[in-house]
Structures are given as structure tokens and as C-alpha cells.
């Protein structure tokens, strides 16, 4: 699903990301680190928003240089801030301008956006202005214009962090639930108890990799 | 215009938005040209029942003129001691009827359906090289930022407030461009992701 080959990636004059190695075919895969470490760039990595300086990044067989728009199209990516991710006024238009280059009848569209919306209890405010919801809905109303789509993989960064107990709850449960495979960044460990695999990254290096609870220790060892 | 909105099913729902926006252009025209006090009172009388078939309710309706208000008091002065009553009230009464029919035909058209208008009107201009889609995202993002940007010109004076600071330009507007700049770029990003930008 998704392979990184000797990946590094440069910034300023700094390593962000050195000589990563990985194949991921795990349904759900956690990474942390501590600030700086650099998880974000790790994540978007996997959708060509970040481009490796040496190495590369494959994603269902494309390499992200190469094909960006075309991995786009498979990868759902959800922000730490749904602030930047929300474009339209009103909460069902937001959602529906995700499936505008799906050629539906405007009915179809209307169908699927209301479906979405009350599958993440937002269809009550299908026509309220988006920034009258609380934090926690709005990443829901992020979520729901990312899944609306159907990417076959997806990707979070922090998507927990702006959220209180019951919202983060929520987003745990439905990453349970989601048929298709999560990479999900996070300082929430609990989040990452029912994972697959968790990645430790320590000043660019993957410096564990297994499942959570050794990749936890290791972690929780690292920052103490 | 920021999500004004109220749903309903009246017919003024129900029309389609060019409909509805070269209505108003041809009201607001009307509106203008003709000034005899029997035309604006007729003029009015039409406003209030276009108001009460689309069902907004008052409360709604007073939102659309209510930030006019002091202009309108201003205007209604200034044109009483330089022309006289009459032209007092036809220039107040004409200001107030066309900003209402504008709020009215956001109040009853989905920002989207407004969009989607905008962007058939300037299909022509592909021929220029203009992508409409480019355009009316564009809008939508300009409409979409301005409670965004209030947030965070809430959040600098509060983070300043707390911190003891006396009010001072400098200190408002130099965190709040840099937040501004970081928010546009998170949004210039996260379109990138949406795949909102490879027409
Ligand atoms: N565009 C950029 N230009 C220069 N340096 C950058 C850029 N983006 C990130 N960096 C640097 O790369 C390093 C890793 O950043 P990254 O955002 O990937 O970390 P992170 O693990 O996500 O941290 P956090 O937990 O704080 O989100 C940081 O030191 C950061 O300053
Ligand atoms: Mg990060």
C-alpha cells in the first residue's frame, strides 16, 4: 500500500526526515514523536504535499512525484486546524463541493452529503454557516468532506488534538469503525491502544516500529 | 453575506438565483428611476410582501438594513438641508428598499446556488482563459474567511488583554497579519489535499 524508500527530506538547510525505510499494509497505523520530530512532514509525505529531497514515496503503486494529483484522489488527509480545511459558507455546501468533480446529478449529490451529515449526527446543521459549530464539529464537518469521497486511505495529523474528551471519543470510534486503512498522527496515546502498528520518529529517525505497546514504552522511555 | 441563509420552501426558494439576481437588478433599476412618492410607497409595499411570502421572519429581515442604519439617518440629514423632504425621503427609502431586496435574495438563496449562478454567467470568459470555477471558489473562500479572520483578531486582543498590554496598533496588527499568512497558507494546502486546484 504505501512503501518509502531511503526517504530524506530537507528543509532549510535542515534534516526534517532522514533515511526512512518503511512498508505499511496494516489497516491502522499510529506515529508519534515529540514536537519537532517530524511527523507532520511524515504525513505529507503519503499525499505528495510534501516531496521527498532524496529517496521516494509510493502510494497504491504511484510515486508521489509523479503522480500527485492522482494519489490526491485516493488519499483523504485531515488537518490538525479544520478552520483551513472548510471552503464553503454552510456545512452541506462545504461537503458537497468535494463531490463536484464526480459528475452526480445534483440529487445524487444532495443524497450523499445528507447521508454523510447524519452518519456524523451534522445533519442538523446541513444549512447552518460553518462557523457557527464548536471545534469538535467542525473537524467532524472535515471528516465528513474528506469521507464523503470514499478514499481508499486516510491520512490524520493530530485530528484529536482541538478536541475535548467526548469528541476525541467520537473520532476514535469512528477510526474503529472506517473500513478503509488510517495512518493517524497524534500525541493521544490512548488513541493508539486498538492499533495495528504504532511509529516512533525521534529527530527524523524511525526509532521504533511495532505494535503499540512496545512502540509506546519505547516512546514513553525516550521522552522521560 | 456570511451564510445568511434561511432554509425554506417558499417560491422565493424555489426560484432559481439568476432568476432572483436579475430581478433584483431590474427592482433596484426601477427603484431608481422612477421617484414619485406614489412608485416608492408602492416600491415599499412590494419589499414588505416579498419579506412575508419568503417567511425569513423580522429578526432576519432587520439584519439586512439594521447595519445601515446610522448611513441612512446621515443620508436623510445631509439631503433634508441640501435639497428638501421629499428628496430626503425618495434618497433614504431608495437606499434602504434596494440594500433589503439584495439581503432578501441572500436570505433566500443557498450560497452555493449563488456560486453555481456566477459561474454560468462567466462561462463565456473561458475563452479568455478564465477558469469560472477559479472565480466563484475564490469568492466562496473570501466569504468563508471573513468569520475566520474576526476569530483571530479576537484571539490576538484577548492573548494581548491577558498579557496586560495597552492597546497599540502595532501590536494588534503584527500578530494578527502573521496568523492571517499562516492560516492562508494552512488553507492553500489543505485545498491541495482536497484536490480543489488541479482543473
Ligand atoms: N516548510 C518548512 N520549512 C522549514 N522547516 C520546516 C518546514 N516545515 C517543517 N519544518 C521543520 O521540520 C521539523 C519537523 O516538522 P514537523 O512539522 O514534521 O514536526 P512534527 O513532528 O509534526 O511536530 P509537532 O508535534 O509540533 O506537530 C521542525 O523542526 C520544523 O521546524
Ligand atoms: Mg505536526
Known sequence: MIRFNGVGVRLAGRDVLSDVTLSLSEHRIGVVGANGSGKSTLARLLNGLALPTSGDVTVFGHDTRRHAARIRRDVGFLFTDPDAQIVMPTVAEDVALSLRRKGLSPAEVDERVREVLARYGLDRHADHPAHLLSGGQKQLLALCAVLVLEPRLLVMDEPTTLLDLRHSRLVADLLRELPQPVVVVTHDLGLLDSFDRVIVLDQGRVVADSTPGPAIGHYRKLMS | ?199
Open chain 2, 1 to 199: 453575506m456570511t451564510g445568511v441563509y434561511v432554509p425554506g420552501d417558499s417560491p422565493l426558494h424555489r426560484l432559481p438565483a439568476g432568476a432572483k439576481l436579475l430581478g433584483l437588478a431590474l427592482l433596484c433599476t426601477t427603484l431608481f428611476l422612477l421617484g414619485s412618492p406614489l412608485w416608492l410607497g408602492g416600491s415599499t409595499v412590494l419589499v414588505v410582501l416579498l419579506y412575508a411570502v419568503s417567511g425569513v421572519g423580522p429578526g432576519a429581515a432587520w439584519a439586512q438594513v439594521k447595519p445601515l442604519r446610522w448611513f441612512a439617518v446621515a443620508l436623510f440629514v445631509m439631503q433634508f438641508v441640501l435639497v428638501d423632504l421629499h428628496g430626503a425621503v425618495s434618497a433614504t427609502l431608495r437606499l434602504v428598499l434596494a440594500v433589503a431586496l439584495a439581503g432578501l435574495v441572500t436570505l433566500t438563496t443557498r450560497f452555493a446556488d449563488m456560486m453555481a449562478c456566477f459561474e454560468r454567467c462567466l462561462a463565456p470568459l473561458r475563452l479568455l482563459g478564465v477558469d469560472p470555477f477559479r472565480v466563484s471558489l475564490v469568492l466562496s473562500l473570501a466569504v468563508r474567511s471573513v468569520p475566520v479572520i474576526s476569530a483571530l483578531a479576537t484571539r490576538v486582543r484577548e492573548a494581548q488583554q491577558a498579557r496586560g498590554l495597552s492597546w497599540s496598533v502595532r501590536a494588534f496588527a503584527v500578530p494578527l497579519v502573521v496568523s492571517v499568512l499562516r492560516h492562508a497558507d494552512a488553507m492553500g494546502e489543505a485545498m491541495s489535499a482536497r484536490g480543489l486546484d488541479d482543473h
